[in-house]
């Protein structure tokens, strides 16, 4: 009889592939169901289509100058490791946007990632830090922007629940970046023996080396225009559509979408998109087929630039978004 102890272990079951993808498509049918349905087209398009050209032609340019502000910090964020244009910076963040519309799962923060990896030669745990500390000063910023929401409008009770669990998270993030910046040698000692010991230190000298730099309040402080140069195109487009909304209360749509889609799903989340922008508008008391309108309205005018930036940026890379996909992919695999 063959003892248990030299038998080989039974090969550990792999997460499918297809399954998380398949919840993302599955949570964006079931959206736009519920968003659509009984949706009268008859009496809404029209009325889409009458939106003031003005108002769409400021959205569409205040949604450009959002992700070139975006590239301006991660520029700034960079700059004490190496030097990185504001264009290079707002262009891998364009790919990988464009990305993130195309491919499920928030892909293009890999693609993005790897680009600037490519570009600025810094290691890749370095550049991954820069993002995950960018997401942080995204976060502070958008609990702010939350919880003076809710001072203007009730909002779901579920999205105060996602809110804590966003603060939870990003004091955790917090907590590691402030011991990297202060202890450097510490927490050089604590990741010496781990697995991933090489690749930790990287992070550690990256974000020490970050958040002592002068440059990096300044991103901070970027990260704040960041978030309210987003609140325009909400506000543009509530004015073009004959809204009458305040800035405050495109503010506060704008937390419930942030917040409602911080979990990757769907390409361009389209479906939780809509569906969240009318959770918005009716906490702000907007009639469904109002808002309904107005939602698939701001879908096309934020996402149509984004497609036309993005394929842009990407041609001139002279590169493939799938050889891009396999190569990230591979990178951060290996």
């Not at 990988?96 to 490519?118: H, Q």
């Not at 991103?219 to 073009?240: C, D, N, R, Y």
């Amino acid at each position: 009889m063959i003892s248990t102890d030299t038998q080989e272990a039974a090969p550990r079951k792999r997460f499918p592939s297809w399954l998380l993808p398949a919840i993302g498509y599955a949570v964006s049918l079931a959206s736009l169901y519920w968003v659509y349905q009984g949706f009268d087209w008859k009496e809404q398009l029209p009325r889409v289509a009458r939106t003031d050209l003005r108002w769409v032609s400021l959205a569409m340019l205040s949604d450009i100058a959002v992700y070139v502000c975006q590239g301006a910090r991660w520029s700034y964020l960079l700059r004490p490791l190496a030097k990185v244009t504001t264009w290079r910076a707002t262009q891998a963040v364009y790919i990988g946007i464009f990305a993130n519309e195309v491919l499920p799962l928030r892909t293009g923060e890999i693609i993005r990632i790897y680009l600037m990896r490519k570009w600025s030669g810094l290691p890749l745990p370095v550049v991954f830090s820069s993002a995950v500390i960018e997401r942080l000063m995204d976060g502070i910023w958008l609990v702010g922007c939350f919880y003076a929401a809710t001072l203007l409008v009730e909002l779901p009770g579920w999205l105060e629940g996602a809110s804590h669990v966003l603060m939870l998270v990003l004091a955790v993030i917090a907590a590691f970046v402030l011991w990297a910046v202060l202890h450097k040698s510490q927490a050089h000692a604590a990741v010496k023996g781990s697995r991933w010991g090489g690749m930790l230190r990287h992070v550690v000298d990256g974000v020490h080396d970050m958040g002592r730099s002068r440059s990096f309040l300044i991103a901070f402080l970027v990260s704040g225009l960041h978030l309210a140069l987003q609140v325009v195109p909400l506000w543009a487009l509530m004015k073009g559509f004959q809204l009458d909304r305040t800035i405050w209360e495109a503010a506060a749509v704008l937390a419930v979408l942030r917040i409602g889609t911080i979990l990757p799903q769907a390409p361009g989340n389209v479906g939780s998109f809509q569906a969240l922008v009318l959770v918005g508008l009716g906490a702000l008391g907007v009639d469904r087929g109002t808002a309904t309108g107005f939602a698939t309205l701001l879908f096309f005018v934020i996402t149509v630039p984004l497609w036309m930036a993005g394929f842009v940026a990407l041609l001139l890379t002279r590169m493939r978004l799938t050889d891009l996909q396999r190569d990230a992919q591979r990178e951060e695999l290996g």
